[in-house]
């Protein structure tokens, strides 16, 4: 109920403003980058998860992409796909923990970050265990993502995100929960990437891998897991006109499968 709650629920604020247009040399820089014949480098958190193997899995089958570096806390697996000469992982313990950082030297060139990282507070531990996994861990593999030459970002966030909420007390989670994927969002912007689009869903649909909320309320309209990934690339491929896109809802997300 929780996480149903947290999805439906409206954001308490207005979605922060959208400058009208990128300023003088992105566009013509991230279409370059687009464009190039050697292909782009990705760099994706969350590559194991429901909406991560997925973006892994389509980056891996087009050729517009030369190398997907996968971060996390065990190496991605790229099965039989015909691309996976071109998965790198670089595996770090544990980046929520306090101390611990993402070096942007191991990296090497990235162009565009894909962050799909997602759990949920009993599987993380706790509130503040939730936070660390969301909101820290996003913020440094931000920061090392810009720091090796990233000039977009694309991050999952959620319906109702909202990083300004005064209140979000850890015991209700659903405020707690929007409060973080704003956040979330947050981590990116504030890295000031050339371009960055922020996809905010409703309802998933993971196939057998459905959260329990997700399995009582399969009669409410929802979007695969496997689209929301494909979205997610497509965008990247066809960079907005806007330092910052919010894709919000699954309706305006199927709109660019």
Same mark, same amino acid.
């Given at each position: 109920?929780?996480?149903?709650?947290?999805?439906?629920? +409206?954001?308490? @604020?207005?979605?922060?403003? #959208?400058? /009208?247009?990128?300023?003088?040399?992105?566009?013509?820089?991230?279409?370059?980058? #687009?464009?190039?014949?050697? $292909?782009?480098?990705?760099? @994706?958190?969350?590559?194991?998860?429901?909406?991560?193997?997925?973006?892994?899995?389509?980056?891996?089958?087009?050729? $517009? *992409?030369?190398?997907?570096?996968?971060?996390?806390?065990?190496?991605?697996?790229?099965?039989?796909?015909?691309?996976?000469?071109?998965?790198?992982?670089?595996?770090?313990?544990?980046?929520?923990?306090?101390?611990?950082? @993402?070096?942007?030297?191991?990296?090497?060139?990235?162009? =565009? &970050?894909?962050?799909?990282?997602?759990?949920?507070? /009993?599987?993380?531990?706790?509130?503040?265990? &939730?936070?660390?996994?969301? #909101?820290?861990?996003?913020?440094?593999?931000?920061?090392?993502?810009?720091?090796?030459?990233?000039?977009?970002?694309?991050?999952?966030?959620?319906?109702?995100?909202?990083?300004?909420?005064? =209140?979000?007390?850890? *015991?209700?989670?659903?405020?707690?929960?929007?409060?973080?994927?704003?956040?979330? %969002?947050?981590?990116?912007?504030?890295?000031? &990437? %050339?371009?960055?689009?922020?996809?905010?869903? $409703?309802?998933?649909?993971?196939?057998?891998?459905?959260? +329990? =909320?997700?399995?009582?309320?399969? &009669?409410?309209?929802?979007?695969?897991?496997?689209?929301?990934?494909?979205?997610?690339?497509?965008?990247?491929?066809?960079?907005?006109?806007?330092? #910052?896109?919010?894709? %919000?809802?699954? $309706?305006?997300?199927?709109?660019?499968?």
């Amino acid at each position: 109920l929780p996480l149903c709650l947290s999805v439906c629920l +409206p954001a308490c @604020l207005p979605a922060p403003s #959208v400058q /009208a247009s990128l300023r003088p040399g992105q566009e013509e820089s991230i279409i370059m980058s #687009v464009e190039s014949g050697a $292909g782009r480098t990705a760099l @994706l958190l969350g590559a194991t998860g429901a909406t991560g193997r997925h973006v892994l899995s389509e980056l891996l089958s087009r050729p $517009g *992409w030369s190398r997907v570096v996968a971060v996390g806390r065990r190496p991605a697996d790229a099965g039989e796909n015909p691309g996976a000469a071109k998965l790198e992982n670089v595996v770090v313990e544990d980046l929520a923990s306090p101390g611990v950082e @993402l070096d942007a030297a191991k990296l090497g060139k990235i162009d =565009v &970050f894909f962050n799909c990282i997602g759990t949920t507070r /009993a599987n993380a531990g706790g509130a503040d265990s &939730f936070y660390a996994v969301e #909101v820290t861990t996003s913020e440094k593999v931000a920061k090392a993502a810009k720091q090796a030459g990233a000039k977009q970002a694309l991050v999952v966030s959620a319906m109702g995100a909202a990083p300004n909420r005064s =209140v979000a007390p850890k *015991w209700f989670h659903p405020l707690f929960y929007g409060k973080c994927m704003g956040l979330k %969002e947050h981590a990116l912007l504030s890295q000031s &990437f %050339e371009q960055v689009s922020i996809f905010r869903p $409703g309802m998933l649909h993971r196939g057998m891998n459905d959260r +329990p =909320v997700e399995k009582y309320l399969f &009669f409410l309209p929802s979007i695969k897991v496997q689209d929301l990934a494909t979205a997610m690339v497509n965008v990247a491929e066809n960079p907005a006109n806007e330092p #910052v896109t919010i894709i %919000e809802g699954n $309706g305006k997300i199927r709109t660019h499968l």
